[in-house]
């Protein structure tokens, strides 16, 4: 069972950072892309970033674009996304997944497990 773990959502202000973590177990993460998406309420999921397997490959949508990085510890099966500057607009549940073969996608679509979930919210 390929299971993906989501932590270090929570509440912080305007202006503040977070550091999401993506737990992979059971699998290898290293032979995946992974994205990080987000879902707010009434709203569609959203593709927010992702990382090649090897992590040489990343893409950003543009709303985070030079606030958000993303970067992986293969040894330590586990994906980061590095929040700064955070706006209420980037309050949402943030997810991530896995896809079974590189490039990395924003496409929610195209891709294959997924983690449960953690709630960020922004507060002004």
């Known amino acids: 069972q390929l299971q993906l773990v989501e932590s270090g959502g929570g509440l912080v202000q305007v202006g503040e950072s977070l550091r999401l973590s993506c737990l992979a177990s059971?699998?290898?993460?290293?032979?995946?892309?992974i994205g990080w998406f987000r879902q707010a309420p009434g709203k569609d999921r959203e593709g927010v970033s992702c990382i090649s397997s090897s992590g040489v490959n990343t893409r950003y949508a543009d709303s985070v674009k030079g606030r958000f990085t993303i970067s992986r510890d293969n040894a330590k099966n586990t994906v980061y996304l590095q929040m700064n500057s955070l706006k209420p607009e980037d309050t949402a549940v943030y997810y991530c997944?896995?896809?079974?073969?590189?490039?990395?996608?924003?496409?929610?679509?195209?891709?294959?497990?997924w983690g449960q979930g953690t709630q960020v919210t922004v507060s002004s």
């Open positions: 997944a896995a896809k079974n073969f590189n490039p990395c996608v924003l496409s929610p679509v195209l891709n294959d497990y």
């Open positions: 059971e699998f290898t993460l290293a032979k995946h892309p």
